[in-house]
């Protein structure tokens, strides 16, 4: 070929290459379009759902739609990572006040919804304490499979679901996804964020000095643990919350015993341990969790937890972390 041909040729491949990365841009670009319609009416079904009240709802228009809502994935049967969850989400509800049900909505979602009948989530609702504004959601087989898949939740069985929450506000289309076993106070500041409101009002407010107290480390052994893994479900000196009140608990039970149900309380359940199988009849809604801790963490827990009973006890109750009273 000679080189008027060889020209040609390249202008051709030079045409084609600059075609397909304009075919390349505009796919990208509708894709990022996509990305941010997808997330609204037309996208969320408008299947109907039934609350934990017994109440028969279309999920897009009555529990979506406008709204700013923090979506999480559980069921009743489930042991572990399911009341954590609804124990900090109960622990940032107390936190949001008056927001929760007015501005903010939380919606929890079966994954099991053959097992999880409106009655059932009843009682996982009122185990946590559940106020207004915070819906526990089942419906048909098929239905919340397909609701669930819209959030991504697409499990392969129940021990696979997803452990972090979703954020989104329907308005504004902005969706993301987050976790309720960090900083409580950074996820509903996360939260209160979504709305492009109080957004603009925290960048033209004036800095409080004063009220600006930062976040503080941990000082105690166990007191990092016992606020992330505890303090959602359990107060020292402040009354039942989820769990019992724990004031005290070293002069009502055994330390070994203690030890080793902080270790693993399934454990115990299957061995038909007294002492657990009583508070299992005591709290029927939802049960001591395995932590996974090892013996060093479990020691640290208790011993912290024996501070805060010896303060308690002293005069000054403690209602866990941050300073939250249980509802």
Request: charged share 25%.
């Amino acid at each position: 070929m000679g080189l008027p041909g060889r020209l040609r040729t390249a202008g051709r491949l030079l045409a084609l290459m600059a075609g397909a990365l304009s075919v390349g841009l505009f796919c990208l670009v509708a894709t990022a379009e996509a990305q941010t319609r997808r997330w609204g009416a037309g996208y969320f079904p408008n299947l109907p759902v039934q609350n934990q009240r017994g109440e028969t709802l279309n999920f897009y228009d009555d529990v979506i739609k406008g709204r700013i809502v923090v979506v999480s994935f559980i069921f009743t049967r489930c042991t572990d990572i399911c009341p954590l969850t609804t124990a900090r989400l109960a622990e940032a509800a107390e936190r949001l006040g008056d927001e929760l049900g007015q501005s903010i909505h939380f919606i929890s979602l079966s994954v099991d919804p053959e097992n999880d009948t409106p009655e059932k989530l009843a009682g996982f609702a009122s185990a946590f304490h559940s106020g207004p504004g915070w819906q526990f959601l089942t419906g048909k087989y098929e239905d919340m499979r397909i609701i669930n898949d819209k959030f991504g939740e697409r499990m392969r069985s129940l021990t696979q679901h997803r452990n972090e929450v979703l954020l989104g506000n329907d308005a504004t289309g902005e969706w993301q996804r987050n976790t309720v076993f960090g900083d409580l106070d950074r996820f509903v500041l996360d939260l209160r964020a979504m709305d492009p409101v109080w957004r603009a009002k925290v960048r033209t407010a004036p800095i409080d000095s004063a009220s600006n107290h930062g976040y503080q480390m941990p000082t105690t052994p166990g007191q990092a643990l016992f606020n992330r893994m505890c303090a959602s479900c359990h107060t020292v000196g402040a009354g039942s919350r989820v769990g019992p009140d724990l004031v005290g608990i070293d002069a009502r039970r055994p330390r070994d015993w203690l030890l080793r149900y902080i270790g693993n309380p399934d454990r115990l359940r299957s061995e038909q341990d007294p002492m657990a199988l009583e508070l299992r009849k005591q709290y029927p809604s939802v049960r001591m969790p395995d932590l996974a801790l090892n013996e060093v963490d479990a020691a640290d827990l208790l011993s912290y937890i024996e501070l805060l009973s010896r303060t308690a006890n002293a005069g000054t109750p403690n209602v866990g972390a941050k300073g939250v009273p249980p509802r």
